[in-house]
């Protein structure tokens, strides 16, 4: 097998496995589905129940028990197991049924997963890579089963969500991410690893809980902190060369400087700054295509002025400059919002990433307030009258009804996207912003809602989620074997996003397609990313017709293949 191939493309699958070893392995299990043959040739008669079965009757089986659960934590665990029993089985039910499940293995059910992690923990998947064994890492990367690695998504667990530092937990998220790396793009599940980076949490419950299985110790910071993360970057770079390594729920203060330190280095990506952005601009689009507002001429109010926020306005500024502003024309036409309102000159302090987004003071100097001194988010409806608004906040209502309102007096349809994940974190309901803007509100949430009925008729709700976009990232950076992750490749993504906008040819339909279209999406988004990283010069070039080929070669597809022992 080439450094890059696939692994298991082959149609028969060798192993020196047999017995209950075979089927302990996830990735190996077939259960019922073996065959008389495979069962003579592993031993596996008596050990396995003596029907012959099939993998469609499998999920049948599986998603009937699935179902019959009360809650959706319990069917959250029930999937954790069956990806742990049998990979297979676990994704032809996922991507079969991927409008259902989605919310299960992601946002927002994922996030519950995280906070009872270890209520739930049973088998190892993926690496915890502790504080104190930061001395054994290289140590534990170098296992040969770790070999076939292309992919990984790591965490510190230190901002999991809207949901705050979960410690340990985090490592949900890591395998929540990867999940829809192969459910979404295809790509072979023994292509990736989740990571934990366990520098101890300063959640108080987890650390007092007698389950936590993480390190039972206060987060540790500053040198000590960014030490741990050189020597695991440096291992990670020396054992994978050619690694994707996707950042995930870093804390505000860590992600941004982390992305810029490492980003040169190897190929790596935050999927919470510029996954987050490219959706947000997509959709975005998408809604330009049914309100006819171009986007040099949007104002764009953020509601959160972390990572993601500023992540979100370094694109639509970039965007923006592509279509001919200036680089100040651009900024002008920003409003973000902090936890003590708009982020501008004049009225307080404004230091790091949010600076270059600071109104000037000779901008808002005119603004009726409702307090002097003092902007908040209905101020900056009344005032700057945004046509979009979206919200990276992790605040549940920060969306107050008497901003929206203002802002629907304003504008004809207005762009609104509470972006917050889980649901519980949601900046406002869809059934909220229907109402308050008259059924005029164009809307995109991060977690899954269902259509709002609004005098007789159902408005879709967007989920504008960053499932749209990883994952064919990912696929794309395999199949051209990219070596950087560039800010052009995320613009692509997004463009290609709103290309596939049902809006597009009917006002009236959905923003975004509907999720059960994801494999086709990040296959239309990894093309597009894949020519931009040939054009930025990080990729092998080829025609397009090869682009194609070796796209379509990275897409697995969860089916049993034939299972013979390997040839002494």
Known sequence: MSQHSQPDRDDVIETDLAGVDLINQPLLNKGTAFTDEERDAFHLHGVLPPNIGTLPEQVTRRLAVLRSFRTDFERYAFLRDLQDANETLFYSLLVNNIQELLPLVYTPTVGEGCQRFSEIWRKPRGLFLSYPNRHRIREILSDARFDKVRVIVVSDGERILGLGDQGAGGMGISIGKLSLYTACAGIHPAATLPILLDVGTNNVERLSNPLYVGWRNPRISGAEYDAFIEEFVSAVAERWPDVLLQWEDFAG?????????????????????????????????????????????????????????????????????????????????????????????????????????????????????????????????????????????????????????????????????????????????????????????????????????????????????????????????????????????????????????????????????????????????????????????????CDEATLEQRIRAQVWEPVYRPTRPRAK
Not at 371 to 387: E, F, H, K, Y
């Open 253 to 541: 203060s860590n992600a941004g400087r982390l992305l810029e330190r490492y980003r040169d280095r190897l190929c790596t990506f935050n999927d919470d700054i510029q996954g987050t952005a490219a959706v947000a601009f997509g959709t975005l689009m998408a809604a330009i295509n049914v309100t006819g507002v171009p986007l040099t001429e949007q104002r764009i109010a953020i509601v959160g002025a972390g990572a993601a926020g500023t992540g979100i306005a370094g694109l639509l500024v970039k965007a923006m400059t592509n279509r001919g502003l200036s680089e100040a024309e651009a900024h002008s036409r920003f409003f973000v919002l902090d936890s003590k309102g708009l982020v501008a000159h004049g009225l307080r302090e404004v230091s790091g990433d949010r600076a270059q987004f600071a109104q000037t003071q000779e901008a808002v100097a005119g603004w009726v307030l409702q307090q002097p001194g003092q902007i908040g988010l209905l101020d900056v409806m009344n005032n700057a009258r945004p046509t979009t608004l979206i919200g990276v906040s992790g605040q549940a209502g920060a969306f107050t009804e008497d901003s929206i309102r203002a802002m629907a007096s304003h504008v004809d349809r207005p762009i609104i996207f509470p972006l917050s994940n889980p649901t519980s974190r949601s900046e406002a309901t869809p059934v909220n912003l229907v109402a308050w803007t008259e059924g005029r509100a164009l809307i995109g949430t991060g977690s899954p809602f269902p259509p709002v009925e609004y005098k007789g008729r159902l408005l879709p709700v967007n989920q504008t989620n960053n499932s749209y976009i990883f994952p064919g990232v990912g696929l794309a950076v395999l199949a051209v074997n990219a070596s950087r992750v560039t800010d052009a490749m995320f613009m692509a993504a997004g463009v290609a996003l709103a290309e596939l906008s049902p809006a597009k040819h009917d006002p009236l339909a959905r923003l975004l397609p509907p999720v059960d279209q994801l494999r086709a999406v990040s296959v239309s988004v990894a093309r597009a990313v894949a020519k931009q990283a040939q054009l930025d010069g990080v990729a092998e070039s």
